[in-house]
């Protein structure tokens, strides 16, 4: 099974950046989205970005991230900007192909003065 797994996480002061990238172990065949989801303390995991034919945003995050793929090298990111101690949270790199749906394992990211 392919695996997928996240790194770039860290900790940042409010107002800043980061890169998030998630890699896969293999090619994702009949794949249908790729997207980063969300979970922070005591809330549930939520959707951040999706994409597909177009690229998706929550509310929350429209205009400060941006996610794209490269194909050729199996990879997913995640560019956060302007960065808000509301962004703190794991964040999970998810795929689906017709077949199933694949979770990282999260990386965290704090946003703290």
């Known amino acids: 099974q392919v695996q997928l797994t996240e790194i770039g996480g860290g900790l940042v002061q409010p107002g800043g950046s980061l890169t998030l990238s998630c890699g896969a172990s293999?090619?994702?065949?009949?794949?249908?989205?790729m997207a980063w989801y969300r979970q922070a303390p005591g809330k549930q995991r939520e959707l951040v970005a999706a994409?597909?034919?177009?690229?998706i945003y929550a509310d929350a995050v429209k205009g400060r991230f941006t996610a794209s793929r490269d194909n050729a090298k199996n990879t997913m990111y995640l560019q956060m900007n302007a960065l808000k101690p509301e962004d703190t949270a794991v964040y999970y790199c998810?795929?689906?192909?017709?077949?199933?749906?694949?979770w990282g394992r999260g990386t965290q990211v704090t946003v703290s003065s």
């Open positions: 998810n795929a689906v192909t017709a077949t199933e749906t694949i």
């Open positions: 994409l597909t034919a177009v690229a």
């Open positions: 293999g090619t994702l065949y009949n794949l249908l989205r």
